[in-house]
């Protein structure tokens, strides 16, 4: 179970990262009129349509409460940073108590329909990629369609 600051960190990101109705995000000078030259009337309106939040999950401790997390209302993504959860544990990748580590957060995403996210740092530049499985199945149906 996720304890203490942690946790309002987790309750609370959603709300940090929308702008009002649906959070307390606030909306100050920024550089986003020149960036962004053309669509600032729209900004405001539609900033909390094109957020997308990804919660990174980097630890054993992460991985633990990896249900937890991907149940957090309105994560979009769950990214597994390979390098630090590798670093963190010190377990290789090619561990099976890794892949063990790795498999509880992955399947924590799929089963919340949540994006799982990894970087390939082997390319140029390191890209981030992130994928949506279909969620598992819990029941023990065999999906035929035996209505006779």
Partial sequence: ???GSFRI???????V??????GTRSF????????????????R????????LIAIVSTVEGAYN???????????????DAMNL???SGYLQSTKEYKMLARAISESAQDERLHLCTADRTASPHTLTCVKEKAKRHDDDDDDDDDD
């Fill in 45 to 52: 309106r539609t900033y909390n349509d094109n957020l997308v």
């Fill in 86 to 88: 590798e670093s963190s």
């Fill in 1 to 3: 179970m996720i304890e």
């Fill in 17 to 22: 990262a929308s702008l009002p109705p649906f």
């Fill in 28 to 43: 100050g000078p920024g550089q986003f009129e020149s960036i962004y030259a053309g669509v600032t009337a729209n900004y």
């Fill in 9 to 15: 960190i987790l309750n609370e990101s959603q709300a």
């Fill in 66 to 80: 990896a249900d937890e997390i991907a149940g957090v209302r309105g994560i979009h993504a769950i990214f597994l």
